[in-house]
Structure formats: C-alpha cells, structure tokens
C-alpha cells in the first residue's frame, strides 16, 4: 500500500490558482492510478479529477471542474498535481489525493489509498 501525502492547499481569492501536490512512497508509483478527490462541508466527498497509471495518457474531470483543473503526474518523482484556475467559492472544500492499483476510475471506493487532506479555501 502506498503513503500519500498532500500539499498545496491555502487560501485564495475567487479567479485564482493553486497547485496541489501529493508525493507518494515507494517505489512502484507508476504501477498507480491516482485521484483528487474533495469534501466540502456537509457535504459527501466528490470526484475531481483521475489519471491512469504507466504514463498517464487517460485523464477524467469532474463537469464542474473541466476546462479549469489539470491532473498531472511525475513518476520520476512520485507526485502527481492539481493544478487548479478560475477558482471559484464553491470550490471550498478538503482535498484528498488517493491511488488504487491498476486501471483508473472515477468513484472514492474503488481507491485504496489515501492522504490526509489539504484544505483550499476560495475567498469571494
């Protein structure tokens, strides 16, 4: 089981950007689907933004979140990133990085793997 853990998160006011990183242990990071998963208060935790393993050439987005968030990995450096624009209030929330064995998916249970959590909070 790989460790995860997140960074990047902080406050910023609405139209801005953050990139979020999650470095992962191990030595098989490839081997790894990774996920960006959010929780906002009273709220379930919802997709963000997934990419495949080996060499990340399959990408899924949330609607919400499509056009504005990029997922990105570096294997060579066992992260993968959210680099997230245009952020707007709604996207309030605590952000998980989370990483499953194999091919990608987009719902939080087929993920075994995850990280505490960074909060971003979006000034309006």
């Known amino acids: 089981q790989v460790q995860l853990v997140e960074s990047g998160g902080g406050l910023v006011q609405a139209g801005g950007s953050l990139r979020l990183s999650c470095a992962a242990s191990?030595?098989?990071?490839?081997?790894?689907?990774m996920g960006w998963f959010r929780q906002a208060a009273g709220k379930e935790r919802e997709f963000v933004a997934a990419?495949?393993?080996?060499?990340?050439?399959?990408?899924y987005y949330a609607d919400s979140v499509k056009g504005r968030f990029t997922i990105s990995r570096d294997n060579a450096k066992n992260t993968v990133y959210l680099q997230m624009n245009s952020l707007k209030p709604e996207d309030t929330a605590i952000y998980y990085c989370?990483?499953?064995?194999?091919?990608?998916?987009?719902?939080?249970?087929?993920?075994?793997?995850w990280g505490q959590g960074t909060l971003v909070t979006i000034a309006s």
């Open positions: 989370a990483a499953r064995a194999g091919l990608v998916i987009q719902v939080p249970e087929g993920f075994r793997s």
């Open positions: 990419i495949s393993w080996i060499d990340g050439s399959t990408r």
């Open positions: 191990g030595r098989t990071f490839s081997s790894y689907s």
